[in-house]
T-cell receptor
Framework: NAGVTQTPKFQVLKTGQSMTLQCAQD?????MSWYRQDPGMGLRLIHY???????DQGEVPNGYNVSRSTTEDFPLRLLSAAPSQTSVYFC?????????????FGSGTQLSVL | DAKTTQPNSMESNEEEPVHLPCNHSTISGTDYIHWYRQLPSQGPEYVIHGLTSNVNNRMASLAIAEDRKSSTLILHRATLRDAAVYYCILRDELTGGGNKLTFGTGTQLKVEL
């Protein structure tokens, strides 16, 4: 199993550009989520999904869109990138949203918005 | 939501045990205590979790206070590869599928020769 795969690993955007960060897992996990991590700060939850067709907002959802059309994929879309979205983005998944379940994280996407 | 408090940083010598504390004074009866760690330039990885009883696995031990208001992650013999940021988080069984996890800034563990 590859686990949680994020692409790309690095990306540079200009202000106003749009892009999609990809996240895929091959563990048949129902729960998937996106976090951003800024220097000196912990991980902040952007959006999460408890199954195909179901998404919800986390702590910092503004400027980001998500959809979950399949169990395996959970892409994060930036519609109009802003410098404030410069960050490292992590995707995570778990078997379900249960409190006993482990979270598996991807290796991250480092995004710079100029 | 219940929150956790951890020291910003700790230091240890290689081959020595390390005790990483976490306070969670507002923990509810259905909160599981989870620990993750993040090595430099990597995503966080699961370490251990527990509810009421102490837990052991190949990576570490988790000691939970009797009143559950604090816990301690124990690395029995620290190595240089254990240098990482360690996060203590709570996962509420009641929120089930609506689980919004909060990661604070964690404890930066430095391990020296």
């Amino acid at each position: 199993n590859a686990g949680v795969t994020q692409t790309p690993k690095f990306q540079v955007l200009k202000t106003g550009q749009s892009m999609t960060l990809q996240c895929a897992q091959d563990m048949n996990h129902e729960y998937m989520s996106w976090y951003r991590q800024d220097p000196g700060m912990g991980l902040r939850l952007i959006h999460y999904s408890v199954g195909a067709g179901i998404t919800d907002q986390g702590e910092v959802p503004n400027g980001y869109n998500v959809s979950r059309s399949t169990t395996e994929d959970f892409p994060l879309r930036l519609l109009s990138a802003a410098p404030s979205q410069t960050s490292v983005y992590f995707c995570a998944s778990s078997y379900d949203g249960g409190a006993r379940e482990k979270l598996f994280f991807g290796s991250g996407t480092q995004l710079s918005v100029l | 939501d219940a929150k956790t408090t951890q020291p910003n940083s700790m230091e240890s010598n290689e081959e020595e045990p390390v005790h990483l504390p976490c306070n969670h004074s507002t923990i509810s009866g259905t909160d599981y205590i989870h620990w993750y760690r993040q090595l430099p330039s990597q995503g966080p990885e699961y370490v251990i979790h527990g509810l009421t009883s102490n837990v052991n696995n190949r990576m570490a031990s988790l000691a939970i206070a009797e009143d559950r208001k604090s816990s301690t992650l124990i690395l029995h013999r620290a190595t240089l590869r254990d240098a990482a940021v360690y996060y203590c988080i709570l996962r509420d069984e009641l929120t089930g599928g609506g689980n919004k996890l909060t990661f604070g800034t964690g404890t930066q563990l430095k391990v020296e020769l």
